[in-house]
């Protein structure tokens, strides 16, 4: 999630001789609903950064010298956006307003309701000894450890995640696999048959949260995540539990509104 708090640049000081700065104003809105924020949004132009405030109708003003900028604008709940090829001109003031989209959960699953959302290779699927929310998590080899020569997946079912950017993926992982031999790894793929490994764990026995970007699958028809499990053929373990999957990004599918939620600490 997108700080809005921190350090921020100054403006120039007041002591550089009239007309010598050019200015760059705009305001802040929702790209989904058009209307102003009701959390402060971040906006820094090169090293020049200040707060547009809801109570100030999200507006901003900046000042620095002429030149070209990049103009980086954020705000908790919402997808951070860039533009590049601000040419700024002194004395003159040069208008910008930028719509940001607002980042919602796509998919959320704590596999408290079976395995609706997945395709499962035998043998994975519920494990209710393990598990971060009750009563159950997701685990490669329910019955005990994973075989010798293992190499399962389970698999999402296809995602449309067209218009969709900012994509993100955040689970809990407990990674009881031999050291260095034994993995579980996360895929994805666009087609079902190329497939990239994002990330891989071994022989981390403890809950971690895992928290990775799936940009690659922006904008995909048809995005394929899947967690597979492989291993050698001496010495076996537990196997690789997972739990409370969220699936997170920006976009017209989000609607309106995570203002609310965002500002009261939700994330
Ligand atoms: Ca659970
Ligand atoms: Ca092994």
């Given at each position: 999630m997108v700080a809005v708090t921190g350090r921020l640049t100054p403006t120039p000081s007041k002591s550089s001789p009239p007309g010598s700065t050019a200015r760059l104003a705009g305001s802040i809105s929702n790209a989904n609903t058009g209307s102003t924020l009701a959390v402060p949004a971040r906006v820094q132009l090169g090293n020049y950064a200040t707060l547009a405030m809801p109570a100030a109708g999200s507006s901003y003003s900046l000042r620095a010298p002429s030149g070209s900028y990049t103009l980086e604008v954020s705000a908790a709940g919402y997808a951070p956006k860039t533009l590049t090829g601000i040419n700024l001109a002194a004395p003159a003031t040069a208008q910008r307003n930028v719509a940001l989209s607002p980042l919602c959960t796509l998919l959320a699953d704590d596999a408290s309701a079976g395995l609706?959302?997945?395709?499962?290779?035998?043998?994975?699927?519920?494990?209710?000894?393990?598990?971060?929310?009750?009563?159950?998590?997701?685990?490669?080899?329910?019955?005990?450890?994973?075989?010798?020569?293992?190499?399962?997946?389970?698999?999402?079912?296809?995602?449309?995640?067209?218009?969709?950017?900012?994509?993100?993926?955040?689970?809990?992982?407990?990674?009881?696999?031999?050291?260095?031999?034994?993995?579980?790894?996360?895929?994805?793929?666009?087609?079902?048959?190329?497939?990239?490994?994002i990330w891989s764990c071994s022989a981390n026995a403890a809950w971690t949260e895992?928290?990775?970007?799936?940009?690659?699958?922006?904008?995909?028809?048809?995005?394929?995540?899947?967690?597979?499990?492989?291993?050698?053929?001496?010495?076996?373990?537990?196997?690789?539990s997972i739990d409370d999957l969220v699936l997170s990004g920006a976009g017209a599918v989000c609607g309106g509104v995570p203002d609310a939620l965002f500002a009261n600490g939700f994330e």
């Open positions: 609706a959302n997945f395709s499962a290779q035998a043998p994975w699927g519920l494990g209710t000894t393990r598990f971060v929310s009750a009563p159950a998590a997701f685990t490669d080899s329910p019955g005990g450890d994973y075989a010798a020569n293992a190499n399962t997946a389970l698999s999402l079912v296809p995602l449309d995640l067209r218009d969709v950017t900012h994509a993100r993926l955040k689970f809990q992982s407990w990674c009881d696999t031999e050291a260095g031999f034994d993995r579980g790894r996360v895929e994805i793929s666009t087609d079902g048959s190329v497939w990239t490994e895992v928290d990775l970007d799936l940009g690659a699958l922006d904008d995909q028809s048809s995005a394929l995540i899947r967690f597979r499990l492989t291993s050698d053929a001496a010495v076996q373990r537990e196997g690789w």
